[in-house]
């Protein structure tokens, strides 16, 4: 038994280099592939395409949202769509904890899957339609065309538990969020160009005022502050209203690399996005990024391809789920 174990494990790595010889450039060792659902439903990406530009069209916010929801829900051990699950008797869900404050629009995903339902029932995972209306989202908003790999599973659990762990919050440390992202292989100028996807959307008060009150923080742009101020009037805003601020005033629909000038002129409104200006691990990435579009996006696109492949469940792991927001139904469970 001993004596044989190297040469089963030699036997094993073979025949899995083998295999990826055969199965060509398309797929790799993550068991994910371009275009796999090619044979099992080809419609899958122009539906999604589809339905994601529709949204657009009805709610351009939809578009923040399928960007961010790629940030909540791969950088927490794995893309498997936990994010979308709803709380149970027994666990609350991802969604509904603190951190995923101001996340929007869960509802229109599910229209999206609904749609793909129709066509082929039963095929296309949630983690899949999650990480492809994303990239549509991207497309939407001006962003860069990004080929992302499929063949996702969804989790049957929330990772509501390591949640901290793992996803970086607003007054974190520069190094904490590099070392954070190193572990699923993004560096330090992929770090600053996903950041850059805060040149749109918005940040609820309740993030900001502790950089208002009861000081002003002196590193915020002292032009910036009376819009803050007015847009955050409360030190302790009142959690029921919906009050924010945009994060690029200048162009607040658009993904650009405008975030870089906003933060290299202290009108980042994050912790996070501060620092990044200023750490001097980033900020040439940030100064670079500043002056060219073309080089955000190109280190945009490889970061966000590396975050939609980050540990992902593949082949018979996990299940693909009828409904977004809910795990199939197990005997075992019940
Ligand atoms: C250190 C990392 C990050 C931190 C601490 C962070 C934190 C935040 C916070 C606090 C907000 C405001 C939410 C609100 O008040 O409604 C926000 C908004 C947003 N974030 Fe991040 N974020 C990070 C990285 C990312 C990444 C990597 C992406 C995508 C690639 C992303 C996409 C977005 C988008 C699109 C919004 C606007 C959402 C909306 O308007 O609905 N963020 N982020
Ligand atoms: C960061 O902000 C949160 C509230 O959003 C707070 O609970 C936490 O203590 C802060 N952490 C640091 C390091 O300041």
């Not at 399928?66 to 940030?71: A, D, E, G, H």
């Not at 950041?195 to 918005?202: D, I, M, T, W, Y």
């Not at 847009?231 to 302790?236: F, G, H, R, T, V």
């Not at 906003?262 to 009108?267: A, H």
């Amino acid at each position: 038994m001993t004596a044989s174990a190297p040469s089963l494990i030699f036997f094993f790595l073979a025949l899995s280099a083998l295999s990826s010889i055969c199965n060509g450039a398309e797929s790799t060792s993550s068991g994910l592939a371009m275009n796999f659902y090619k044979e099992s439903c080809p419609q899958a990406e122009d539906i999604i395409r589809e339905q994601v530009k529709l949204l657009y069209k009805r709610h351009k916010n939809t578009a923040f949202s399928w960007l961010r929801n790629l940030f909540h829900d791969c950088a927490v051990q794995s893309c498997d769509a936990s994010l979308l699950l709803d709380s149970t008797r027994k666990t609350l869900s991802e969604k509904e904890t603190d951190r995923s404050f101001g996340m929007r629009n869960f509802r229109y995903l599910e229209d999206i899957k609904d749609a793909v339902e129709r066509e082929c029932p039963g095929v296309v995972s949630c983690a899949d339609i999650l990480v492809l209306s994303a990239r549509d989202g991207i497309i939407a908003l001006g962003g860069p065309y990004i080929p992302l790999k499929t063949g996702r599973r969804d989790g049957k659990k929330s990772r509501s538990d390591v949640l901290e762990q793992y996803l970086p919050d607003h007054n974190e440390s520069i190094s904490s969020v590099l070392d954070k992202f190193a572990t699923i292989g993004i560096d330090i100028p992929g770090v600053v160009a996903l950041l850059g996807a805060h040149s749109v959307g918005r940040t609820h008060c309740v993030k900001l005022v502790h950089r208002l009150y009861p000081e002003v923080d002196p590193s915020l742009n002292p032009d910036h502050v009376p819009h803050m101020m007015k847009k955050c009037p409360d030190s302790i805003p009142d959690p029921k209203a919906v009050q924010y601020v945009r994060n690029d005033r200048g162009t607040p629909m658009k993904l650009d690399n405008n975030y870089y000038l906003n933060i290299l002129d202290n009108k980042g409104l994050l912790l996070v996005d501060h620092q990044l200006a200023h750490d001097p691990r980033t900020r040439p990435f940030v100064k670079k990024m500043a002056q060219s579009q073309d080089y955000f996006f190109t280190h945009f696109s490889r970061a966000i391809a590396l975050l939609s492949e980050n540990n992902p469940l593949t082949g018979e792991q996990g299940e693909v789920r009828h409904h977004c927001n809910l795990a199939n139904r197990h005997h075992s469970d019940e």
